[in-house]
């Protein structure tokens, strides 16, 4: 009985230390490095605020997590919890938040008509998603597919279409592009590094997402003070 009464507390302890320290820290990871570029000519480094079309995004997902069920809203926030637990869960969720504009952010193009084909895409989709019918596994894997697919195209084939370090055939055909399109598929030069950045946020994103969704194995209202 004894060593039942370890593993459970082991449990609600490893929630706590989950919940209250390693998500908010992995979304505030993502919050700095969202925004971040690096200069292709100085390498200086470019910090970017999430823009308003990102917090519009983010207010979609946010309602498809509540709806997918990974983020019960009831359980997290409720007078039966202590008051710092309930502080503590909005916390949470103001880094889940802003964490999720900055993914946005970290995967849209900066400017010009391709940031807005990119942004409609997104509004597209999560706005479909809003009337269809899910579980919290099959939301995660759409958003991997969604981020995956975003971050090729604008880390890879678009960096490389506009590289100046390129071949002349990619760089001739970036410029053609340009040419056709009156400049309104332009996209600013950054340094690799920045492509680098963005895959390190996006691994930080998804796995504070698994994260949550694991946790919904342990109860919910797991206080603060219950684990110390």
Known sequence: MSDELVIATNKLRNHALVTYVVLPFLFLTVILLGGLRVSGDDRAFIFLPPSLVTLVLAVLLLLLFVRGGLIEIRSLITSANPPLTNVAHIWMLLTLFFACAQAFNSVLPERG????????????????????????????????????????????????????????????????????????????????????????????????????????????????????
């Open 113 to 228: 008509l391709l940031h807005w084909l990119f942004s409609f895409f997104f509004l597209w989709t999560l706005w479909n998603n809003q009337f269809s019918s899910f579980d919290a596994r099959r939301l995660l894997r759409s958003l991997v597919v969604l981020f995956g697919t975003a971050f090729l195209l604008k880390h890879l084939l678009l960096a490389s279409l506009y590289s100046s370090d390129g071949s002349w055939l990619k760089s001739l055909t970036g410029a053609l592009v340009s040419s056709v399109t009156l400049g309104a598929l332009d996209s600013p030069q950054f340094a690799p590094a920045t492509g680098y950045i963005s895959f390190f946020t996006l691994g930080l994103y998804l796995l504070g997402l698994m994260l949550i969704s694991f946790s919904h194995q342990q109860p919910a209202n797991t206080s603060i003070v219950d684990t110390l």
